[in-house]
């Protein structure tokens, strides 16, 4: 397995655990359609949330956050109603959020989180 996909394995997981910190709940991991793929479907009470996790190793090319882009963001939000359409759930609302995981030259992780960015 590449370095880099070991790291965004690791990424969505620490994405996935400081989701459940915050209290959301985890209702998909990977959900992967003919349009693309969602890293984390997310419950945060009753709005579910489409949730992309960037995990980068260092910020030469910028911050994980920096390499969402508004298309990306777009389908993230349409990958959200196909979701809900394939499980059959009702939300009060769909929101799209990020989160960037960033591993700093100690070998520490940090985790940057925005909510609500399409």
């Known amino acids: 397995m590449l370095q880099k996909d070991v790291l965004g394995r690791l990424g969505e997981q620490l994405a996935a655990e400081h989701l459940r910190r915050s209290g959301m709940r985890i209702l998909d991991r990977n959900f992967r359609c003919a349009d ?7 419950a945060d009470g009753r709005v579910l949330v489409a949730c992309e996790v960037k995990a980068r190793s260092g910020v030469r090319y910028g911050t994980p956050v920096e390499a969402i882009t508004a298309d990306k963001l777009r389908r993230l939000r349409r990958l959200a109603v196909r979701w809900v359409t394939a499980h059959g759930l009702i939300a009060d609302e769909l929101r ?6 960033l591993r ?3 070998g520490q992780y940090e985790i940057e989180h925005l909510r609500g960015v399409g």
């Open 36 to 42: 693309g793929e969602i890293d984390i479907v997310a």
């Open 104 to 106: 700093t030259p100690s």
């Open 96 to 101: 799209v959020d990020v989160v960037g995981v």
